[in-house]
């Protein structure tokens, strides 16, 4: 069964909460958006729980639900998604980590972490990771590969690992490197090898040129590698092959880079001036989107700004992203092709408030043939509760999509 195509336009971490600074208002409902407002004014809208209400969503988990696989069955962890998504070959018994190069300092015989993504470090990564090129630590072979900004991957290879261990990371500053455990012998296995790691990673990284030259420059040295996530690499089904149809991903970071690959997803690569960042060049992916659109049938598109100043706590730079956004939004809009189903949503919330991910349902436009247009106006969290799709599930998306699209087969007879 042929049908239209289909762009799934995912504004990373874009729901918020009330701010009273913005006359308890969000980010989304304070920006000046009119081209998010003319779509919501054109399309459905309603709201999405990645997961499930209030759960927490992570980007991965929340990426495969809404690209229809169930994460509670197919995710393993974070890290062999980090791993793909820089180019890593994640083999059936390696152990994979999400890592971030961090700052740390040495309190009372400890290493307390200062700042957990070293100023959100752009260069010299590559340079830190090679230190580990072909290093085996009890007979385990240790690879580290940089990925966007401050990010890392981090693979085990040998025998008899585990994957079920805590994170090194304490995912907070001020707080000391956590000490790794496990339970099992496989997973203690894993656990002291990564350890190593942590303390190798100090002794290698505190006086690298790398990090000299960022100290002499007044930044924060990227002094440490803190792994966190562990999975084995998972066994996910093609998303062609499960609907037919050819499939792209246009995204900034290695995480959503790697879900895509292990989907089956063709990976657009993007120039270095698109970095996941607050200044990532927009004008960039939308270009990219649009070759994509071309030759496929279904593109998924992500840009990150609006998470790293939700992670900031910088309700001012999440303003100013998404107005920027916005602006870049008109030639996109224009250049679209007819017929073309298109979701607008984010894939978790990112409030200021809390600096991190929340189980806050998320604004959502559906645009497209068929689609049946509602009362709302602008888009924003509270204005699109009362839109026409309702509250939804991220596993919801997929189906709607692909019934407007003319993808989906009859249930019966």
């Not at 929340?62 to 962890?77: F, R």
């Not at 260069?123 to 290093?135: I, P, Q, R, S, Y």
């Not at 879900?259 to 927009?282: H, S, W």
């Not at 924003?380 to 599930?393: D, K, S, V, Y």
Request: hydrophobic share 40%; net charge negative.
């Amino acid at each position: 069964m042929n049908g239209g195509r289909i762009l799934v336009f995912i504004i990373d971490g874009l729901g918020d909460r009330p701010i009273r600074d913005f006359g308890d208002r969000t980010p989304l409902e304070t920006a000046s958006t009119p081209r998010l407002d003319l779509w919501a004014q054109r399309g459905e809208t309603g709201l999405v729980d990645p997961i499930a209400p209030g759960i927490r969503a992570g980007s991965d988990t929340s990426h495969l639900a809404l690209l229809g696989y169930d994460p509670h069955e197919y995710y393993t962890g974070r890290g062999p998604f980090e791993a793909a998504g820089v180019g890593m070959d994640v083999r059936p018994g390696d152990v994979a980590f999400r890592c971030n190069f961090a700052t740390v300092e040495e309190k009372d015989g400890r290493l307390v972490v200062v700042d957990r993504r070293a100023d959100r470090i752009q260069k010299g990564t590559a340079d830190l990771a090679a230190e580990f090129n072909g290093l085996a630590i009890d007979g385990v072979t240790v690879l580290v590969k940089e990925s966007t900004a401050h990010r890392a991957a981090l693979v085990l290879r040998g025998e008899g690992l585990g994957a079920a261990v805590t994170d090194a990371d304490p995912h907070d500053d001020g707080r000391p490197v956590v000490t790794v455990t496990g339970e099992s012998d496989a997973d203690k296995k894993t656990a002291a090898v990564v350890n190593k790691v942590v303390q190798l990673s100090y002794e290698k990284f505190k006086d690298h040129p790398v990090n000299k030259d960022r100290v002499a420059h007044g930044k924060n040295p990227a002094n440490v590698l803190l792994p966190r996530g562990a999975g084995l690499a998972p066994h996910i089904p093609s998303f062609p092959g499960r609907w037919g149809f050819k499939a792209a991903a246009v995204v900034e970071v290695g995480l959503i880079r790697g879900i895509a690959r292990y989907c089956g997803l063709d990976v657009v690569m993007l120039p270095a001036a698109v970095n996941g960042g607050l200044d990532t060049d927009l004008a960039a992916i939308f270009a990219a989107t649009q070759t994509a659109l071309q030759t496929h049938d279904f593109v998924l598109m992500n840009v990150k700004g609006a998470d790293v100043a939700g992670h900031d706590g910088d309700a001012a730079a999440k303003l100013a992203f998404l107005e920027r956004l916005d602006d870049a939004l008109e030639a996109f809009i224009a250049a679209l092709p007819g017929g073309l189903h298109v979701a607008v949503l984010g894939d978790h919330s990112t409030p200021v408030a809390v600096g991190d991910h929340s189980g806050d349902p998320v604004p959502l436009i559906l645009l497209g043939p068929g689609v049946r247009p509602d009362a709302t106006t602008t888009f924003g969290e509270r204005p699109c509760a009362t839109g026409g799709a309702g509250r939804l599930r991220g596993l919801d998306l997929l189906p709607i999509l692909l019934n407007l699209a003319g993808w989906a087969e009859k249930y019966g007879a």
